[in-house]
């Protein structure tokens, strides 16, 4: 009975849906994660995820993410960033089966930018667009050297009506809405349902509830 109350309550835990789910490839991986052709290799610490090829890893995305969400992530391209200049870059794509309640995270082809866009479940296809803008949070020109570590971290805040991208530390592109994503689906990492990859490893990705 002891240990029933046990799995009762990290049952309960879980399905509270509050934690931040860690993915370092050092240890277990999330309920339902499916790798999907992608392999390990070494990390930033221990090993990392390398995306690419047919690769197209994805997980169900935490409950809690439709109240807002901070993920932080670590990428690294054997390429240059100048060299991938003609390669769309996609690390992370969330979709529900309905292709609403997106988020996108990705360089599109023919530039050195990162994008940070999301929907919300109304309208057509993508749904209604955050700030009225697909493209309301772009970086700058990137000049990332091949082989090098980088940071990214998106943050939603529908309290607050803000939404940011941060690239290494520095908030690069943020916006105000009201349109955010409000059901939780499929999070796929470093591809867009298989059809775009990262040509990166990924590590330390970290998916957590908005702060206050
Ligand atoms: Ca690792």
Redesign the pocket.
Known sequence: MRGMAMIALLCCTVGAGAQPVTL???GPLPQGWDACGAELVD??????LLVAGEAAPSMPMPGFFTGGFDITLHVRHERSMADLHFEELVYLNHDTEDLKNRIMLRKRIGTDRILFAMTNNQGKTKGEIFADDWYAMQSGPLDWAAGSWHELRIVASPAQGTAALYIDGQMVASAEGTQFPEVAGTLCIGNWSGRSQALAVF??INIAPVGE
């Open positions: 370092d490839f050092d990390g930033r610490e221990g090993q990392g590590d330390d």
